[in-house]
């Protein structure tokens, strides 16, 4: 059974910065792919960045170049570190295992999420 916390999650003003965490149990998570998603009230969930376990990587056009995806295989986490946020990336933000590098393919069930709230 695979699982995922993430934590990290805030209020944080426009322009400011956050760095999420998602700690990973379960086995062989240090050779799949794993992405960070996120979904905010009244919208479906979007997959905003993912990585490799060679650390291949790809965005979302809405995130590029302010948010970074990074992985700690020994650690089994990922991190997200998003500056220059802006009000439109509040949300509700997910890791999970993908199945690939370019389409919203999770592969296991949800966690509790971390929320992101980018307000003056």
């Known amino acids: 059974q695979v699982q995922f916390v993430e934590s990290g999650g805030g209020l944080v003003q426009p322009g400011g910065s956050l760095r999420l965490s998602c700690a990973a149990s379960g086995s062989a998570l240090s050779i799949t792919i794993m992405g960070w998603y996120r979904q905010a009230p009244g919208k479906q969930r979007e997959l905003v960045a993912v990585i490799s376990s060679g650390g291949t990587i790809n965005y979302a056009d809405s995130v590029k170049g302010r948010f970074t995806i990074s992985r700690d295989n020994t650690k089994k986490t990922v991190y997200l570190q998003m500056n220059s946020l802006k009000p439109e990336d509040t949300a509700v933000y997910y890791c999970?295992?993908?199945?690939?590098?370019?389409?919203?393919?999770?592969?296991?069930?949800w966690g509790q999420g971390t929320q992101v709230t980018v307000s003056s």
């Open positions: 999970n295992r993908n199945l690939n590098l370019y389409t919203l393919t999770p592969q296991y069930s």
